[in-house]
C-alpha cells in the first residue's frame, strides 16, 4: 500500500507547486491592479518608507503627471540619505529687508562655525548687515506678496540655494521676527538626531481650513487631504528635494490657491502641510519647532515689545511640552497633542516669533541665561 502512493506523489507536488504557485501569482497581481479600499502597500514593505505607495485616492485611475510624481517622490523617500562628513544645518531667512536680530544670532553661532551655513532673502530691499556672519548670504530675490504663492516661491528659493551645499541636512526658515530659544548644541542635536522634519499640519473643519479648499484641486488633491499649518518649516534634505522637485502639486496651488476676494486661501499655510500629508504623513511631526503665540484671537498673533522680553517670557515658552491647534469653526476645538521627539515627549519649540526690532537689547542681555540648554 506504501509503495505505489510513494510513486504518486513525486509526480504530483510539481503540479500541486505550480497551481500554488499561479494562485499567489493571480492574487498579487489582482491586489496590485484593483487594490480595496483599505489596502496598503505598507503589506509588502517596511511602514517606515511605505506610506506615499499607498494611493490617496484607490479608487481613481492616475493622470501621467501624477504617476510621475508619484514615481519621483517615493524613489526621492526611498533613496538611502547621503551622510557627509561634517553636517551643517541651514538658517534661511525670509525678510523684507535688514534683520534686526543678527547680532543675537551671532551670539547663537558663535564657536560653531563649521557647523551651520545662512541664506537670506530679502524681498523688498537689501538689508543692512550688523554681524559679519551675514554678509555675503543673501541670495537673488524676487518680491514676496503676503499669502501669494510668491511666498512658496521664495522658499523654494531659499531651499534650492541652500540645497547646494552637500552638506546641509536639516533646513530651517525663518523670518526677520524671529529669535532663538536654545543654543546652538541643543537646537544642533534637536534637529540631527531624529529622521523627521518639523511640519505643522493639522485638519481645520472651518472656514479657515477646509473652507479655503476648492474644487478646482480635484482630481488629485481631495477635501479629505486638505490640511492647514504655519509657515515656519524646518526639513530634512530629502523632504527639502521633494519640496523641489513637486511640480504637480505646486501647480494645483498656484492655480486655485490665492487670496482673492470671497475665497480667500493662503498657499504658504495649506500648500506644504497638504502635500506631506498626501506623500510622507508619518516623516513629520505635525507641529512647527517656531513658536508664535495666537492666544489673543487676532488676525495678527501676538509681538513682543522690549518691556515683554523677559526671562520669564522665554521660559514660559521653552517649557511648553504640548502641541495646540484651535478649529477654526464655532466649535473652536482645541487639540492638544505632546511633542514626542523620537518617542519622548520634549519641549516642542527651539525658536520663537514675533519681536519687535525695540527687544534686541533685552534679548541680548539675557541671552546666556535663558539658553543655558
Ligand atoms: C534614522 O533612519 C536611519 C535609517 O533608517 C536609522 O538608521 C537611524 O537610526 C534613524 N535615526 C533616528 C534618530 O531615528
Ligand atoms: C502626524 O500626523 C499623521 C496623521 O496625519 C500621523 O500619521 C503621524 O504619525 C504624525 N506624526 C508624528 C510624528 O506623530
Ligand atoms: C508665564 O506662565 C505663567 C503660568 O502659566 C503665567 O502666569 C505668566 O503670566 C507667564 N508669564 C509671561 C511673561 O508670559
Ligand atoms: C542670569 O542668571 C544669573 C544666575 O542665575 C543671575 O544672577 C542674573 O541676574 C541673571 N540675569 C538676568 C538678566 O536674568
Known amino acids: 500500500m506504501a509503495?505505489?502512493?510513494?510513486?504518486?506523489?513525486?509526480?504530483?507536488?510539481?503540479?500541486?507547486?505550480?497551481?500554488?504557485?499561479?494562485?499567489?501569482?493571480?492574487?498579487?497581481?489582482g491586489a496590485?491592479?484593483?487594490?480595496?479600499?483599505?489596502?496598503?502597500?505598507?503589506?509588502?514593505?517596511?511602514?517606515?518608507?511605505?506610506?506615499?505607495?499607498?494611493?490617496?485616492?484607490?479608487?481613481?485611475?492616475?493622470?501621467?503627471?501624477?504617476?510621475?510624481?508619484?514615481?519621483?517622490?517615493?524613489n526621492i523617500l526611498l533613496a538611502p540619505a547621503f551622510q557627509p562628513k561634517n553636517p551643517k544645518i541651514a538658517f534661511m531667512f525670509l525678510t523684507p529687508g535688514s534683520l534686526p536680530f543678527e547680532r543675537l544670532w551671532e551670539k547663537f553661532f558663535q564657536g560653531h562655525e563649521d557647523r551651520?551655513?545662512?541664506?537670506?532673502?530679502?524681498?523688498?530691499e537689501q538689508p543692512v548687515h550688523t554681524s559679519s556672519l551675514f554678509i555675503g548670504r543673501n541670495i537673488r530675490s524676487q518680491k514676496v506678496?503676503?499669502?501669494?504663492?510668491?511666498?512658496?516661491?521664495?522658499?523654494?528659493?531659499?531651499?534650492?540655494?541652500?540645497?547646494r551645499d552637500p552638506d546641509n541636512q536639516h533646513f530651517v526658515l525663518l523670518s526677520d521676527s524671529c529669535v532663538p530659544l536654545?543654543?546652538?548644541?541643543?537646537?544642533?542635536?534637536?534637529?540631527?538626531?531624529?529622521?523627521?522634519?518639523?511640519?505643522?499640519?493639522?485638519?481645520?473643519?472651518?472656514?479657515?481650513?477646509?473652507?479655503?479648499y476648492s474644487e478646482h484641486m480635484l482630481p488629485e488633491i481631495e477635501k479629505k487631504d486638505w490640511r492647514k499649518g504655519a509657515q515656519w518649516f524646518s526639513v530634512k534634505r530629502q523632504h527639502a528635494l521633494l519640496i523641489l522637485a513637486d511640480m504637480l502639486y505646486y501647480n494645483k496651488f498656484k492655480l486655485h490657491c490665492k487670496?482673492?476676494?470671497?475665497?480667500?486661501?493662503?498657499?504658504?499655510e495649506h500648500y506644504l502641510p497638504t502635500f506631506f500629508h498626501m506623500v510622507d504623513p508619518t516623516g513629520i511631526a505635525n507641529w512647527s519647532v517656531t513658536h508664535v503665540d495666537w492666544s489673543e484671537g487676532k488676525w495678527h498673533p501676538k509681538a513682543y515689545r522690549a518691556v515683554d522680553a523677559t526671562f520669564e517670557l522665554l521660559k514660559n515658552i521653552t517649557s511648553i511640552d504640548e502641541?495646540?491647534?484651535?478649529?477654526?469653526?464655532?466649535?473652536?476645538?482645541?487639540?492638544?497633542?505632546?511633542?514626542?521627539?523620537?518617542?519622548?515627549?520634549?519641549?516642542?519649540?527651539?525658536?520663537?516669533?514675533?519681536?519687535?526690532?525695540?527687544?534686541l537689547d533685552n534679548l541680548m542681555n539675557i541671552f546666556s541665561n535663558f539658553t543655558v540648554i
Open 3 to 29: 509503495a505505489p502512493r510513494y510513486n504518486r506523489s513525486p509526480s504530483r507536488r510539481p503540479l500541486w507547486i505550480i497551481i500554488l504557485l499561479t494562485l499567489i501569482c493571480v492574487a498579487l497581481i
Open 323 to 359: 502641541s495646540i491647534h484651535v478649529t477654526s469653526n464655532l466649535k473652536k476645538v482645541v487639540q492638544k497633542r505632546p511633542c514626542l521627539w523620537n518617542g519622548m515627549k520634549r519641549p516642542c519649540y527651539l525658536f520663537a516669533r514675533k519681536f519687535y526690532p525695540e527687544a
Open 145 to 163: 506678496v503676503w499669502g501669494d504663492i510668491s511666498m512658496v516661491d521664495a522658499e523654494k528659493r531659499l531651499l534650492a540655494n541652500a540645497l
Open 182 to 212: 536654545h543654543n546652538f548644541d541643543y537646537v544642533y542635536s534637536y534637529l540631527m538626531e531624529t529622521n523627521i522634519s518639523f511640519i505643522d499640519c493639522f485638519e481645520d473643519p472651518g472656514p479657515h481650513g477646509t473652507g479655503r
Open 32 to 74: 496590485y491592479v484593483y487594490p480595496p479600499r483599505h489596502y496598503s502597500a505598507c503589506y509588502f514593505l517596511s511602514s517606515s518608507v511605505c506610506s506615499p505607495f499607498h494611493p490617496p485616492a484607490p479608487a481613481r485611475v492616475y493622470t501621467d503627471d501624477e504617476i510621475a510624481a508619484h514615481v519621483v517622490n517615493i
Open 259 to 268: 487670496p482673492v476676494k470671497g475665497h480667500n486661501c493662503y498657499a504658504d
Open 116 to 124: 551651520f551655513t545662512i541664506y537670506v532673502h530679502a524681498s523688498r
